[in-house]
T-cell receptor, first 109, second 113 residues
Framework: DAKTTQPPSMDCAEGRAANLPCNHS???????VYWYRQIHSQGPQYIIH???NNETNEMASLIITEDRKSSTLILPHATLRDTAVYYC??????????FGGGTRLMVKP | DTEVTQTPKHLVMGMTNKKSLKCEQH?????MYWYKQKAKKPPELMFV???????INESVPSRFSPECPNSSLLNLHLHALQPEDSALYLC????????????FGEGSWLTVV
């Protein structure tokens, strides 16, 4: 699976949009971009995934660049409960999730 | 419903004990996984079961022994563990082994004394 690069930490003000970037410059054509988050002491929670089109669900939006070398997870109105480690994972159909370091998002009042 | 249930939530065991972690899902998923997570580190894959057969073992020491009695259950048998094996053990499942979203349980916190 392709390697991903994320900033180790980010801050966001409560109520504002949180934009979490991810670089995956070696992604191949059949690899999906997945986002998970892990709130302290809990199991990872699936957020969203996409192949090449932008995706939106009730939790977040995923914007994938046209060349697919990077993506951004958008939490439109961050709350204190969104404080977590966010993992961007590139995964082929082999379905083995390999977690990188992730981004620790701190939402502040 | 995307629920994966793990028991116990917390386990303390001695180095000579034998214990088991249990995982259950009723979503009809045919792939199940064990991950290990040390403090402040990302989860690391240990085992993958596909259609009740072990398909991936990431060079895990034999003191960890997985078992998949049926398509809904996954066990991790523990024997002669070391203190450095203390970690959060995460179970996960997906519809199949190819291209399906993986859902995680809340984990079992293991402390080896």
């Amino acid at each position: 699976d392709a390697k991903t690069t994320q900033p180790p930490s980010m801050d966001c003000a409560e109520g504002r949009a949180a934009n979490l970037p991810c670089n995956h410059s070696t992604i191949s054509g059949n690899e999906y971009v997945y986002w998970y988050r892990q709130i302290h002491s809990q199991g990872p929670q699936y957020i969203i995934h996409g192949l090449k089109n932008n995706e939106t669900n009730e939790m977040a939006s995923l914007i994938i660049t046209e060349d697919r070398k990077s993506s951004t997870l958008i939490l439109p109105h961050a709350t204190l409960r969104d404080t977590a480690v966010y993992y961007c994972i590139v995964n082929n159909a082999g379905n083995m999730l390999t977690f990188g370091g992730g981004t620790r998002l701190m939402v502040k009042p | 419903d995307t629920e994966v249930t793990q028991t116990p939530k917390h386990l303390v065991m001695g180095m000579t004990n034998k214990k088991s972690l249990k995982c259950e899902q009723h979503m009809g998923h045919r792939a199940m996984y064990w991950y290990k997570q040390k403090a402040k580190k990302p989860p690391e894959l240990m085992f993958v079961y596909s259609y009740e057969k072990l398909s991936i073992n990431e060079s895990v020491p034999s003191r960890f022994s997985p078992e998949c009695p049926n398509s809904s259950l996954l066990n991790l048998h523990l024997h002669a563990l070391q203190p450095e094996d203390s970690a959060l053990y995460l179970c996960a499942s997906s519809h199949g082994p190819l291209g399906a979203t993986i859902y995680f349980g809340e984990g079992s916190w293991l402390t080896v004394v």
